[in-house]
């Protein structure tokens, strides 16, 4: 069982920058790997990037590739995603989510365990 819970969403001008947190609970965090959603009013929830349990591969949504990261700190059972060149359509709530697997995973049914979310909001 893992619970996760996010933090560090907020208002951020556009071109800015924010880091998301993903703290998870459980001793065997190492042994999933993990992924960040959103979701935007009105819109389905989408993939934006996924981790391996061991931090060793990395995966992005394409709309996101170059200007957000996902790491993870197995040692503090701690996720991130870092984003930077921020967009008024990054505007979300932001999910963090946990697999009992190892590999990348892009659909939401793939994941086990959610977080409540965090909400971004991008200003023009």
């Known amino acids: 069982q893992v619970q996760l819970v996010e933090s560090g969403g907020g208002l951020v001008q556009a071109g800015g920058s924010l880091r998301l947190s993903c703290a998870a609970s459980?001793?065997?965090?190492?042994?999933?790997?993990m992924g960040w959603f959103r979701q935007a009013p009105g819109k389905e929830r989408e993939f934006v990037a996924s981790?391996?349990?061991?931090?060793?591969?990395?995966y992005h949504a394409a709309s996101v590739k170059e200007r957000f990261t996902i790491s993870r700190d197995n040692a503090k059972n701690m996720g991130y995603l870092h984003m930077s060149s921020l967009k008024p359509e990054d505007s979300a709530v932001y999910y963090c989510?946990?697999?009992?697997?190892?590999?990348?995973?892009?659909?939401?049914?793939?994941?086990?365990?959610w977080g409540q979310g965090t909400q971004v909001t991008v200003s023009s």
């Open positions: 459980g001793r065997t965090f190492s042994s999933y790997a």
């Open positions: 981790i391996t349990s061991s931090g060793g591969a990395i």
């Open positions: 989510a946990a697999r009992s697997a190892v590999g990348i995973a892009t659909m939401e049914g793939q994941y086990n365990y």
